[in-house]
């Protein structure tokens, strides 16, 4: 691969990103919008495609490296499908980005992606093995051993956001997912607000339409509030006996959680750690170290970008290191 520049993108449920950084992953320029989910995968790649080319004209990367948020064919260059936007079922992303773009495409999960950005040069960095999770409009993991991502046989992946916690069918029974994402954590706020008319976090969240009440969690539970650490409380027991099964199967060194809801901060990773060591085996303990994660919102970009470094071909191993 010739050429010093690389662009990283992440396509997900709320969220478009673009970066091209340096072979040392060094920011060159960023660009962010918010997706309209109802414009469904076409409004997407019609938002993305003129982007796209301004930035392939303007600074020449070398290649593409994409993390997208849902099941994906890396060898085949598909997405399989998305689980919050319609239209991308079974489409071939790699060879339509290449009819954009005219450069090599290397594609990835978005949760691989930021589980990769985050054991190289984040929070898990001089770690080994590191897992990822990711809270935010799903939940999605990623599992990272000698800085590489582990993939299972196809269509494998780390899908910590689908183990069940209790014994139902599959589509009947209660998943990580349905209780520690985003919109679960929202839900949680809203059927229980009433029974909690004076708190913080109710009057909050009664301020504003129906929608995103998970990002008023971080300044009630600061201020003390019940209902707020009682939601946390939950989502954290929930999460850590979910990581519990991580960690008896794949005994990860450390556990990054990354996502909107790490925004709550050290709260809920002390939450997470003490529930979690209730949950193993004692010859475990004290287990994986759990660790907030550090590249925040840059981590699916920038392990997009080492995506596209490492099946690239002759870049430099090292890079930046974000985590300063």
């Given at each position: 691969?010739?050429?010093?520049r690389l662009l990283g993108i992440e396509i997900g449920g709320t969220k478009l990103q673009l970066l091209?950084?340096?072979?040392?992953?060094?920011?060159?320029?960023?660009?962010?919008?918010?997706?309209?989910?109802?414009?469904?995968?076409?409004?997407?790649?019609?938002?993305?495609?003129?982007?796209v080319e301004a930035l392939v004209r303007a600074y020449s990367p070398a290649a593409i490296g994409v993390g997208f948020g849902g099941p994906i064919d890396a060898s085949?260059?598909?997405?399989?499908?998305?689980?919050?936007?319609?239209?991308?079922?079974?489409?071939?992303?790699?060879?339509?980005?290449?009819?954009?773009?005219?450069?090599?495409?290397?594609?990835?999960?978005?949760?691989?992606?930021?589980?990769?950005?985050?054991?190289?040069?984040?929070?898990?960095?001089?770690?080994?093995?590191?897992?990822?999770?990711?809270?935010?409009?799903?939940?999605?993991?990623?599992?990272?051993?000698?800085?590489?991502?582990?993939?299972?046989?196809?269509?494998?992946?780390?899908?910590?956001?689908?183990?069940?916690?209790?014994?139902?069918?599959?589509?009947?029974?209660?998943?990580?997912?349905?209780?520690?994402?985003?919109?679960?954590?929202?839900?949680?706020?809203?059927?229980?607000?009433?029974?909690?008319?004076?708190?913080?976090?109710?009057?909050?969240?009664?301020?504003?339409?129906?929608?995103?009440?998970?990002?008023?969690?971080?300044?009630?539970?600061?201020?003390?509030?019940?209902?707020?650490?009682?939601?946390?409380?939950?989502?954290?027991?929930?999460?850590?006996?979910?990581?519990?099964?991580?960690?008896?199967?794949?005994?990860?060194?450390?556990?990054?959680?990354?996502?909107?809801?790490?925004?709550?901060?050290?709260?809920?990773?002390?939450?997470?750690?003490?529930?979690?060591?209730?949950?193993?085996?004692?010859?475990?303990?004290?287990?994986?170290?759990?660790?907030?994660?550090?590249?925040?919102?840059?981590?699916?970009?920038?392990?997009?970008?080492?995506?596209?470094?490492?099946?690239?071909?002759?870049?430099?191993?090292?890079?930046?290191?974000?985590?300063?």
């Amino acid at each position: 691969m010739s050429g010093d520049r690389l662009l990283g993108i992440e396509i997900g449920g709320t969220k478009l990103q673009l970066l091209v950084a340096g072979v040392d992953l060094d920011p060159v320029t960023r660009r962010q919008f918010q997706v309209n989910p109802d414009s469904g995968g076409q409004g997407i790649r019609e938002q993305l495609e003129p982007e796209v080319e301004a930035l392939v004209r303007a600074y020449s990367p070398a290649a593409i490296g994409v993390g997208f948020g849902g099941p994906i064919d890396a060898s085949e260059g598909r997405v399989l499908l998305s689980h919050q936007i319609e239209g991308w079922t079974d489409f071939p992303l790699v060879e339509w980005l290449y009819r954009c773009a005219g450069l090599p495409v290397y594609l990835e999960n978005d949760a691989n992606t930021a589980a990769l950005g985050e054991a190289l040069h984040g929070a898990g960095a001089g770690h080994e093995p590191v897992f990822y999770v990711t809270l935010g409009s799903g939940v999605g993991g990623g599992l990272v051993t000698q800085g590489q991502i582990y993939h299972g046989a196809l269509p494998g992946e780390a899908e910590i956001g689908h183990i069940q916690l209790e014994r139902q069918s599959r589509r009947a029974g209660t998943t990580v997912e349905s209780r520690c994402s985003g919109w679960a954590v929202d839900r949680k706020i809203r059927a229980r607000k009433d029974a909690y008319p004076s708190s913080d976090l109710t009057e909050r969240v009664n301020r504003e339409p129906p929608g995103g009440e998970a990002r008023f969690l971080k300044e009630a539970v600061d201020r003390g509030d019940p209902f707020a650490k009682e939601v946390l409380e939950e989502t954290g027991e929930e999460l850590a006996f979910a990581l519990s099964h991580v960690a008896h199967l794949c005994h990860p060194e450390i556990i990054v959680v990354g996502g909107g809801l790490s925004m709550v901060g050290e709260v809920l990773q002390v939450t997470v750690e003490r529930h979690l060591q209730r949950f193993l085996m004692e010859a475990f303990l004290p287990g994986p170290k759990i660790q907030l994660a550090q590249l925040r919102d840059l981590a699916v970009p920038i392990g997009a970008i080492l995506v596209a470094r490492q099946r690239g071909g002759d870049l430099p191993a090292k890079g930046a290191d974000y985590a300063k």
